[in-house]
């Protein structure tokens, strides 16, 4: 239960080390281990953090004295709220040091202790009594800049997307300019055209075919050659516009015989970005 935890602050004193003094208006001002401190001190002592509180708390709401005390206690809960940690406001009397093992405290000013704060900056830890400190932690922005910076990045990723891997886009082919007044089939999805013949003969003397870019496109051109079972074959590399590579198929199609091809051809921008063809171009190789 909430109010069964219930830690109260005492000034931790020892001459080991080194201790900070939190004061606040209408506080008794308290001493308290910094961060690096308390490292120190927790190497050489048995500790437990017992929980976080924000010290900067500025309203409180007190369960037994709510008017739906069960609705507050579920809230507090869902916050993962963990006990009450509370400090000794100005009064007659001053809270007691570390060494102390009871407190004669006046007025209390309380504040919600967490299990665990996120987007919170620690400025050390207060004791509180037995082998128990609490973190003291203040609002943070840099966390919520960080995170923003983050999605700042990634929106602009997503909306100026950069392609600067060279493994994906392919190399240039091996090629040569082709002068004969090959027909060329636009695509209209893709503003390019392919040239590819309807049949090509090959035999281990003659193992390549030839594939063009058609010399009116702007951009230049790969070809991904397959069996029409989806055996992929090979890829010609990119070829400029006016163009032409050589494919070495015979290694995968050395028996005799008629076989059907599917290519698919890709274009690409100047950043490395593609324009696929809508749908496969078939041809058919003859081996003899």
Do not use: W
């Not at 830890?125 to 995170?147: D, E, H, N, R």
């Not at 005799?256 to 274009?267: C, F, I, K, Q």
């Amino acid at each position: 239960m909430i109010t069964d935890n219930v830690l109260t602050v005492r000034s931790f004193k020892n001459e080991r080390y080194k201790t900070k003094e939190y004061r606040k208006k209408d506080f008794k001002p308290f001493l308290y281990l910094s961060k690096s401190e308390f490292k120190k001190y927790s190497k050489e002592n048995d500790v437990t953090v017992a929980g976080s509180v924000k010290i900067n708390q500025k309203h409180y709401e007190d369960i037994e004295s709510a008017d739906d005390p069960e609705k507050v206690l579920r809230e507090k809960y869902r916050k993962h709220i963990i006990g009450i940690f509370q400090a000794e406001l100005d009064g007659v009397y001053t809270v007691q040091s570390f060494d102390d093992d009871s407190l004669n405290l006046s007025k209390k000013q309380k504040f919600d202790l967490y299990e665990k704060l996120s987007f919170y900056h620690c400025i050390g830890y207060a004791y509180v009594g037995g082998k128990k400190f609490v973190k003291l932690c203040k609002f943070s922005l840099i966390p919520f800049l960080i995170l923003l910076l983050l999605l700042l990045g990634l929106l602009i990723c997503l909306l100026f997307p950069v392609n600067d891997d060279p493994a994906q886009t392919p190399p240039m082919a091996d090629q040569q300019p082709y002068s004969d007044a090959a027909p060329a089939e636009p695509d209209p999805g893709s503003n390019f055209a392919v040239v590819v013949k309807r049949e090509y003969h090959i035999s281990a003397d003659n193992p390549a075919i030839e594939l063009k870019n058609y010399i009116k496109n702007e951009k230049s051109i790969s070809y991904n050659v397959f069996t029409d079972s989806g055996t992929y074959i090979g890829s010609t590399g990119l070829i400029e516009p006016g163009n032409k590579a050589d494919l070495n198929v015979y290694p995968v199609l050395s028996s005799p015989g008629e076989y059907r091809l599917r290519l698919n051809a890709v274009s690409y921008n100047e950043d490395g970005s593609e324009n696929p063809i809508d749908g496969n171009i078939f041809t058919t190789v003859v081996v003899e």
